[in-house]
């Protein structure tokens, strides 16, 4: 046992003895008197009225289950431990609240678990619903907490806590999925990404779907650039249309499935997904994400034998970082300057 903890037992020990209280409550005197000192003291000392509370409880219940107590002996001590039923779960919710405030989140989430079980028992639903609603946030923090550590497992049993008390906090989907992430757990990630959307879409929490859109976009995009790195073409399509099924509102989703088809030799294909690109990117759409799909363009007009429409794509795609390769793309055609 901890030197505070020891010190904190007798702490509590000299404060029940010198309020004239034993430990053990010898008659119904004695243990009304541990009612009248837990009411009487718990905003000088919280934790030692709930312990005192605690052990009027189990004296009370010994001595009514005894039959030895008759008459209005007896029914002061049924209405004691009513008015006690009625001050547990609000002494405990109070001792939670005060972690809480002094940001001692493990012990605040344990006290409030606590807290939901002895309300539960004396049938406080009030207090229920307040811990309740308290505790998701509790265990986000928590899981914040973790993921700043790099232990990602605990990190993801608390969102899991938090996801369990409130089914509908898309952001703690997302989370987890950047936990899953963490430990490199791919299938859950996504899996848990995929939740995160459809609440996000349920809660109308724009935000939050959009970053774990962008999340899972960028996840197959850079798992498409990995197969095309290894001529893995097939490969690459796939994880691309992973990609554009997410959001197909996303004029760079259907930039790489115009890379992969290219590599495929489906030019016609290819050209069709890159005039849908740039129909989404308009007019006023980034020019350096044009010229990239213009490269692809005049790539497949080219490969087609329709080399004057390629050359005109290739001369448009001469723009920032995509100018050199549309240069070189020019001479492999046989564009005139």
């Not at 005894?66 to 039923?85: A, D, I, N, P, T």
């Not at 989140?105 to 004396?122: G, H, L, N, S, V």
């Not at 505790?135 to 973790?146: I, T």
């Not at 020019?287 to 034998?305: D, F, N, P, R, T």
Request: glycine letters at 4%; aromatic letters at 10%.
């Amino acid at each position: 046992m901890h030197k505070k903890r020891i010190l904190k037992l007798f702490a509590l020990i000299i404060i029940v003895l010198s309020s004239g209280l034993s430990l053990k409550a010898q008659n119904p005197q004695e243990t009304a008197e541990m009612y009248n000192w837990a009411i009487k003291n718990y905003k000088q000392d919280l934790n030692a009225a709930i312990d005192t509370l605690e052990r009027f409880e189990e004296a009370s219940t010994m001595l009514l289950e005894s039959g030895e107590l008759e008459g209005q002996v007896k029914e002061q001590m049924e209405m004691l431990r009513e008015k006690s039923h009625k001050y547990l779960p609000s002494l405990y919710y109070k001792s939670a609240v005060t972690l809480y405030k002094q940001m001692r989140t493990d012990m605040a989430i344990d006290r409030f678990e606590r807290t939901i079980e002895i309300a539960k028992q004396y049938n406080n639903e009030a207090v229920v619903k307040k811990a309740q609603n308290l505790l998701p946030k509790l265990y986000f923090k928590s899981a914040s907490e973790a993921m700043n550590m790099m232990n990602y497992q605990k990190a993801i049993e608390n969102y899991n806590k938090a996801i369990n008390y409130d089914p509908d906090w898309a952001n703690a989907y997302l989370k987890k999925a950047l936990a899953y992430q963490k430990e490199d757990n791919e299938a859950q990630m996504i899996a848990t990404l995929g939740q995160a959307m459809k609440v996000a879409e349920k809660v109308d929490d724009d935000k939050t779907l959009q970053q774990a859109q962008t999340l899972a976009q960028t996840y197959y995009w850079q798992k498409g650039a990995n197969n095309i790195s290894n001529s893995q073409n097939e490969e690459a399509l796939n994880a691309f249309q992973k990609a554009l099924e997410i959001d197909s509102t996303n004029p760079r989703a259907y930039y790489y499935i115009t890379l992969a088809k290219n590599k495929l030799f489906k030019y016609t294909e290819a050209i069709q997904d890159a005039e849908k690109a740039l129909k989404l990117l308009g007019e006023n759409g980034d020019k350096e994400e044009k010229a990239m799909l213009w490269l692809q363009m005049g790539i497949a007009y080219g490969s087609l034998g329709k080399t004057e429409q390629g050359c005109e794509y290739l001369k448009k795609a001469e723009y920032g970082k995509t100018a050199s390769k549309a240069k070189k793309e020019q001479d492999s055609f046989g564009c005139s300057y």
